[in-house]
């Protein structure tokens, strides 16, 4: 008995003894795995500093994220942190990350703000990350809250990552906030959901606004934006934005708004040079997209609409553009020779909208003295091809 006990304790105490060396190195291998991993989709990752022992892991990483990884529509060039990655040398741990943003590198006409905008990076953003298993994270960003005058802050940010083929985020922010003796603009509940690669991403963002500066008085409850891309040779981009219910007080209300938008046909490689393009580039690639043609194709419903406490009702609008393939746009655009477009508008509105229409948009009355009434309603349906419109199928002349 007291040697089986023996040989029992002196097993624990040698297991005891090699369990940090072990898990150590498996750690290790993992964590060097995740780095590897990170620089193979064009991350810079340098170990700067080891203060690693022998129960615990402990390094210090600096970090370059370029452009093509930030999804910022070229406005940065590039951004450099400075990480510290820690974890103890044991069979159940976490991988704690420790974050700092060094610089971020901005492009173009935004360089000017680059100097202030880190300042406020380096001063204020900071984060925590952890992990289990280098699939799996959760983090959190330390609260912003800037106590001049204005008053700015930002709380309670945090999130969960997941990597496994498709990249998982879930990021949330209960309050945002800019305020001073005149009032304040507020966001809150805000979550942004995003999954995909580099083919295929969706996002979805929903919060709330609140406006209330000297008499003027804003909120929108319910905002929610979703966006689904998929980038294989053509792009294909479809958004929605809805919000359940926009108030300023006595003079308007929105109940139930939503606006689908598509565009598809344009050559994925066209559309990242543009996103990526300098300013004096844009027209260069907005010629090769229209050189091929595409599409875009709009749904917008209001269920219904008041203006200074009177009730106009909703309407619903179905609008279709083609951009036929065309060599020479400038000239075209110059000499108001619109047959490289093709639309179709279709809308149903109530006698109230469609006035008000008319007063702020005069032009459009031609086009509302063609529309149909029925049940009550005001039908639009017109057709623009080969340069010439019609309406119910009938050439307007």
Do not use: C, W
């Not at 400075?82 to 935004?110: A, C, H, S, W, Y």
């Not at 942004?192 to 609140?210: A, L, P, Q, R």
Request: net charge positive; glycine share 4%.
């Amino acid at each position: 008995m007291n040697k089986k006990l023996t040989v029992m304790i002196f097993t624990f105490l040698v297991m005891i003894a090699i369990t940090p060396f072990i898990f150590g190195k498996l750690m290790n291998s993992r964590y060097n795995q995740m780095l590897d991993d990170l620089r193979t989709k064009g991350m810079e990752i340098k170990i700067v500093d080891d203060k690693s022992s022998y129960l615990q892991t402990d390094k210090v990483l600096e970090v370059t994220v370029p452009s093509k990884l930030l999804n910022s529509q070229g406005l940065i060039e590039k951004v450099k942190l400075k990480i510290e990655t820690k974890f103890k040398n044991l069979p159940v741990t976490n991988v704690v990350f420790l974050g700092k943003i060094d610089k971020v590198v901005l492009n173009g006409e935004f360089k000017k703000l680059e100097k202030d905008f880190n300042e406020f990076l380096q001063k204020h953003i900071e984060f925590v990350v952890t992990t289990p298993n280098f699939r799996d994270y959760t983090y959190r960003f330390k609260d912003i809250k800037i106590d001049k005058n204005p008053i700015l802050g930002i709380e309670h940010i945090t999130g969960m990552f997941k990597y496994k083929g498709l990249i998982k985020n879930i990021l949330n922010i209960k309050d945002a906030y800019i305020k001073d003796k005149k009032g304040f603009i507020e966001i809150k509940n805000f979550k942004n959901e995003f999954e995909g690669n580099e083919k295929e991403y969706f996002s979805k963002t929903d919060f709330n606004v609140k406006v209330n500066l000297n008499t003027f008085k804003l909120q929108i409850d319910n905002i929610s934006s979703i966006t689904k891309t998929v980038l294989n040779d053509i792009a294909k981009i479809n958004s929605t934005l809805k919000f359940k219910t926009l108030n300023i007080p006595s003079a308007l209300n929105v109940d139930t708004f939503k606006l689908k938008t598509e565009i598809k046909g344009i050559k994925t490689e066209v559309l990242k040079q543009l996103a990526q393009a300098k300013e004096y580039e844009k027209d260069k690639y907005l010629e090769k997209i229209f050189k091929k043609g595409f599409d875009v194709n709009i749904e917008n419903t209001i269920k219904n609409l008041k203006l200074m406490q009177r009730d106009l009702g909703g309407y619903t609008l179905d609008f279709k553009l083609k951009f036929l393939p065309t060599d020479n746009l400038q000239e075209k655009i110059n000499t108001n020779n619109l047959d490289f477009i093709n639309a179709k508008l279709y809308l149903v509105t109530t006698p109230e909208i469609a006035n008000i229409i008319m007063n702020m948009f005069p032009r459009s009355a031609f086009l509302f003295a063609l529309a149909k009434k029925e049940n009550g309603n005001v039908i639009l349906n017109l057709e623009f091809k080969d340069g010439k419109l019609y309406s119910e199928g009938q050439l307007v002349k």
